[in-house]
């Protein structure tokens, strides 16, 4: 079987032949913070989701790892987004530069109306990224300086 035909081949259950493509879903996205609990409270006023975990790091744990979880809604389906504590956490530059931390991910949220969109991303704490490659999409960072993006 070609590698085409192992993208194109349908998902199976259990027990299928060997070779077929097993039933993959990508559910949710972690994303390192320095601060887990504000950027996940941050994110559920932006999207309209729900924090369902707040951990605080057991006392006698070494990595001091602390995280957070945001839900969708009760109901819809949708990401899921983890945050998880980063202690040598340094914001990434975006757009990149040469020899500063980079972004590795971002997320892309559809928005039905692009300027109230933006203004409600501000009002929950975001602010405008200096450098706006597209005229339908507004780069925005979270209280951490992560990017992401709104676009209609």
């Known amino acids: 079987m070609s590698d085409d035909d192992l993208a194109t081949a349908p998902a199976h259950s259990a027990g299928s032949s060997a070779g077929r493509r097993p039933i ?8 390192s913070t320095a601060h887990p609990h504000e950027a996940a ?17 057991a006392p006698d744990d070494p990595t001091g790892i602390t995280w957070a979880q945001v839900k969708p809604p009760e109901g819809e389906d949708g990401l899921t987004i983890n945050l998880e504590h980063e202690r040598e956490w340094s914001p990434p530059v975006w757009p990149a530069r040469a020899g500063e931390q980079r972004s590795t991910q971002h997320l892309d949220v559809q928005v039905d109306d692009l300027d109230a969109a933006v203004a409600w991303a501000r009002e929950c704490g975001a602010r405008e990224a200096d450098v ?12 951490d300086g992560h990017p992401f993006c709104l676009f209609l």
């Not at 993959?24 to 994303?31: C, E, G, N, P």
């Open 24 to 31: 993959l879903r990508a559910t949710s996205v972690t994303i």
């Open 132 to 143: 706006q490659p597209q005229e339908e999409v507004r780069v925005l960072l979270d209280l």
């Open 41 to 57: 409270h941050f994110y559920a006023r932006l999207l309209g989701g729900r924090v369902v975990v707040e951990e605080e790091a």
